[in-house]
T-cell receptor, first 112, second 113 residues
């Protein structure tokens, strides 16, 4: 069974530029999560989808971050405009409802 | 509020020896789960093992086992026969009724040859 897919793996941009990350969850997983992990810290949940509806986006900086999961399968996370403090690893995870979360390889973002 | 504590920022172990990584939690939820994940330097978060609060036996998955002491609110990960590939960050996470994960700060494990 294929795991969670993410792209790109690495991205370097300058501050004030835009960037988008893509995630394809494990087939059949209704719940999809986006996390931000800053170096030396545990992951921080940005947004949780169940199918194509948002369950929790309380920690998403909505002035610059947006996410969508239009058809209830793959998802895109966008940052516009990026700030230096957005440098982090962005992790996508998926799960069956209420079950263990499985993560993708992550995208390492560097904002210069 | 739920809280997860990993008190060991870094650990060293000799190859082939066993190592215990500590995790304590605080909750008033009657039903919850404890998760351990491994994060190598590549960045991927790899699920290792799960323990439910009502599970009668400690969870085991190959060389990984969970020393679950509910009364003490601890869920320590035991890795037996350490291998060089076990060098990584290890995160303990708590999942309450809403299954939203609360993460510890992690423990960096280095396996010496």
């Amino acid at each position: 069974e294929a795991g969670v897919a993410q792209s790109p793996r690495y991205k370097i941009i300058e501050k004030r530029q835009s960037v988008a990350f893509w995630c394809n969850p494990i087939s059949g997983h209704a719940t999809l999560y986006w996390y931000q992990q800053i170096l030396g810290q545990g992951p921080k949940l940005l947004i949780q989808f169940q199918n194509n509806g948002v369950v929790d986006d309380s920690q998403l900086p909505k002035d610059r971050f947006s996410a969508e999961r239009l058809k209830g399968v793959d998802s895109t996370l966008k940052i516009q405009p990026a700030k230096l403090e957005d440098s982090a690893v962005y992790l996508c995870a998926s799960s069956l409802v209420g079950d263990t979360q499985y993560f993708g390889p992550g995208t390492r973002l560097t904002v210069l | 509020a739920q809280k997860i504590t990993q008190t060991q920022p870094g650990m060293f172990v000799q190859e082939k020896e066993a190592v215990t990584l500590d995790c304590t939690y605080d909750t008033s939820d009657p039903s919850y789960g404890l998760f351990w994940y491994k994060q190598p330097s590549s960045g991927e978060m790899i699920f290792l093992i799960y323990q439910g609060s009502y599970d009668q036996q400690n969870a085991t998955e190959g060389r990984y086992s969970l020393n679950f002491q509910k009364a003490r609110k601890s869920a320590n990960l035991v890795i037996s026969a350490s291998q060089l590939g076990d060098s990584a960050m290890y995160f303990c996470a708590f999942g309450g009724n809403n299954r939203k994960l609360i993460w510890g700060l992690g423990t960096s494990l280095a396996v010496n040859p």
